[in-house]
């Protein structure tokens, strides 16, 4: 089933975005002019701090200024800048929309602007802003490509793919912007393209681990799970700490019944990586597996905590209650798991048997039916694609 949902698409695209190379911030001084005289030695200053990388100086700096001139849109274009780096994101947003309200004849402010909502994860407004900004400067190859990952992290793939091959064919082969291109065929499910790209990108960087990653993910998918975990062990080795990759290893060990070294490389993903509910997911399927149940819930649940849009996580804990003999307590979970994939079969069919169990014949009977269509209706499809067709037909 396609994910859809702002939240789902939210986890599908951390993963990628914490992989992707850093977009560039908006700087201080991109529509930086002269200055009243005396005033040129306090932004001296103020810049000073920023290059510095002292933010919070810069951004004292540049209020200071604004005390005295606060019409100035150049300086409040850079405090936003300031406020950007400190992952102030509202305040960011709020004093480069000020910036573009002072100096509204810079257009490049607005490409601030969206690259501020893009930072703060709001790729929906950094996509309309970006959208608009670039009808005036088509040119524009940074906001070009800020436009695409919002696209992309958006689950808006096509989309990108056509933004980011636009660029490259006018000549940008940078890392970040084939990374991210690669990326976006991947999440299109073609793999075939995803690494044919990455293996460019290996020319030029073989040792870079993000790129064992994402090739792991293409590989994955493409079914080559031996090749795939030999990137991943790559990747690790290149940098035992690199974000998703025993996540990624542990998910294929455990598709191939490796449940044992499964729950050791999720385990290791999750103590450097405690937010991230898909490793809790999967580390409890994998300890259900090795008769853990106990610990097995608890991961479940945990999974739960971190996204309540997961329902795999709802699914599975729903079956473990139902095995333990515990059917009233798997039901909601079964219930919230079926309003999130309706379309899931297995689920209709075990919350069917759950509220047999329960004595609610009735609705159970319900559910049981919903199976039953879909079994009769895959059997009608099996039966007239294995008839023979008459000669008259071809």
């Known amino acids: 089933m396609q994910c859809r949902t702002e939240r ?74 300031a406020l950007l780096r400190q992952e102030r994101f509202e305040e960011a947003v709020e004093a480069f929309q000020e910036a573009a309200r002072l100096v509204p004849e810079v257009k490049e402010v607005q490409r601030n602007i969206g690259q501020a909502y893009f930072n703060w994860g709001r790729y929906a407004q950094a996509e309309a802003t970006l959208s608009a900004y670039m009808q005036a400067h088509p040119a524009d190859a940074v906001a070009q490509k800020v436009l695409a990952l919002s696209h992309m992290l958006q689950g808006e793939n096509e989309e990108a793919i056509a933004l980011f091959e636009d660029l490259r064919a006018k000549g940008n082969q940078d890392l970040g912007l084939l990374y991210s291109l690669s990326s976006a065929y991947l999440q299109a499910g073609d793999s075939a393209r995803a690494q044919g790209i990455l293996s460019d990108l290996f020319r030029l960087h073989p040792d870079s681990p993000e790129l064992h ?154 559910y049981l039916n919903v199976v039953r269509k879909v079994q009769e209706k895959g059997r009608q499809e099996l039966e007239e694609e294995l008839t023979p067709r008459k000669e008259s037909e071809f």
């Open 8 to 81: 789902c698409l939210a986890r599908q695209s951390k993963g990628v975005r914490a992989a992707l190379v850093a977009v560039v911030l908006a700087t201080p001084g991109i529509v930086a002019g002269q200055l009243p005289q005396g005033r040129s030695e306090m932004l001296r200053r103020a810049y000073d701090a920023f290059e510095a990388a002292d933010y919070k100086l810069a951004e004292q700096r540049f209020l200071q200024i604004l005390s005295v001139d606060p019409d100035n849109g150049r300086v409040q274009n850079d405090l936003a800048s």
């Open 213 to 366: 990653v994402l090739l792991a993910q293409a590989l994955e998918r493409a079914g080559e799970h031996s090749r795939a975990l030999k990137s991943l062990d790559r990747s690790i080795e290149l940098r035992p700490n690199i974000p998703l990759a025993n996540f990624h290893k542990g998910r294929i060990l455990l598709r191939t019944g490796n449940a044992v070294e499964a729950e050791s490389a999720l385990s290791q993903e999750i103590e450097g990586n405690t937010g991230h509910a898909e490793s809790y997911y999967y580390r409890g399927v994998s300890r259900v597996q090795l008769n853990r149940i106990v610990e097995g819930e608890i991961d479940l649940r945990r999974s739960i905590e971190l996204d309540v849009a997961y329902p795999p996580a709802y699914y599975q804990l729903g079956k473990l209650l139902c095995d333990s003999g515990r059917p009233q307590e798997a039901l909601p979970f079964l219930e919230k798991s079926i309003s999130l994939q309706p379309d899931h079969t297995e689920t209709h069919y075990l919350l069917g048997r759950t509220l047999l169990r329960l004595g609610r014949r009735d609705e159970a009977r319900e």
